[in-house]
């Protein structure tokens, strides 16, 4: 398969990216949970690992947050397609 997808199979990958990442959602929050654990655990004296762990915090919730738009970027397209599908008819 080269080149880009059908609108049909990209359908279907948008679809099985969203059930992942749905799925996946409770060990993106529990690792959240456990990197909160940690940071609160840690030495206050520590700056250099606290952040360290703030970091890793920081870019799990952006990894989460960009999976979730790319997906709803996709179905805002697709909406537009179809409104503009509609409206050529």
Do not use: C
């Not at 700056?47 to 360290?52: D, F, I, L, Q, V």
């Amino acid at each position: 398969m080269s080149g880009e997808p059908d609108e049909d199979e990209n359908r279907r990958r948008v679809l099985r990216a969203r059930e992942a990442i749905e799925g996946a959602g409770w060990a993106f929050d529990a690792y959240a949970r456990r990197l909160t654990a940690e940071w609160i655990n840690s030495d206050p004296d520590d700056s250099a690992g606290r952040e360290a762990i703030w970091h890793r915090q920081r870019a799990l919730l952006e990894l989460k947050a960009g999976l979730a738009s790319i997906i709803n970027e996709s179905d805002n397209d697709e909406v537009l397609r179809e409104h503009r599908e509609r409206n050529r008819d």
